[in-house]
T-cell receptor
Framework: AQRVTQPEKLLSVFKGAPVELKCNYS??????LFWYVQYSRQRLQLLLR??SRESIKGFTADLNKGETSFHLKKPFAQEEDSAMYYC????????????FGTGTKLQVIP | DAGITQSPRYKITETGRQVTLMCHQT?????MFWYRQDLGHGLRLIYY???????DKGEVPDGYVVSRSKTENFPLTLESATRSQTSVYFC?????????????FGPGTRLTVT
């Protein structure tokens, strides 16, 4: 069974400080991993995916298969980064079932 | 994005009543999903559909019914609402032919069962 764990419900950081939102997964095959973000009063939207190896809004995430982790990082937090972040996993073939973690609320303190 | 909409956006109902939440998408995405969002549980999949007339259970299907007679619509029905079904419900869609496995979410429906 596929599983996503986000150990922190709430993460508070000061503006300008580095951010790391933790995500660990369990999956027997080759997973596709994503981070979704939900800003206040907005719908959930894709932030980034590991296959693209992209940086979106200054955020990056590296898939570490040895540690089965996909932590989201940003070197300098901004107030507008305050939001709910969900790590998600799906299988790489066939049915597009996505398993979401429980989410981490990021609070950036001015 | 106006591509996927949900109605109503807010709903208050009484225990035991039947409630239907609507979801409509204009992209002709083959896959559609229903999730519920609860504190401490994140997003949990209720039902999904791979195409019209093809639906299957997700993680928490009990007490819910879905149908998909048309590609663009995926209604979710609570047959006899219970207080434990108070939640925010999100509909999503995706297509294997576009961004790989990215799901597009609707704005959500906040349902309160009294």
């Amino acid at each position: 069974a596929q599983r996503v764990t986000q150990p922190e419900k709430l993460l508070s950081v000061f503006k300008g400080a580095p951010v790391e939102l933790k995500c660990n997964y369990s999956y027997s095959g080759s997973p596709e991993l994503f981070w979704y973000v939900q800003y206040s009063r907005q719908r959930l939207q894709l932030l980034l995916r590991h296959i693209s190896r992209e940086s979106i809004k200054g955020f990056t995430a590296d898939l570490n298969k040895g540690e089965t982790s996909f932590h989201l990082k940003k070197p300098f937090a901004q107030e507008e980064d305050s939001a709910m972040y969900y790590c998600a996993l799906t299988n790489s073939g066939g049915y597009q079932k996505v398993t979401f973690g429980t989410g981490t609320k990021l609070q950036v303190i001015p | 994005d106006a591509g996927i909409t949900q109605s109503p956006r807010y709903k208050i109902t009484e225990t035991g009543r039947q409630v239907t939440l609507m979801c409509h998408q204009t992209w002709s995405h083959s896959y559609m999903f229903w999730y519920r969002q609860d504190l401490g549980h994140g997003l949990r999949l209720i039902y999904y559909s791979a195409a019209a007339d093809i639906t299957d259970k997700g993680e928490v299907p009990d007490g819910y019914v879905v149908s998909r007679s048309k590609t663009e619509n995926f209604p979710l029905t609570l047959e006899s609402a219970t207080r434990s079904q108070t939640s925010v419900y999100f509909c999503a869609s995706s297509s294997p032919g576009t961004s790989i496995y990215e799901q597009y979410f609707g704005p959500g429906t906040r349902l309160t069962v009294t």
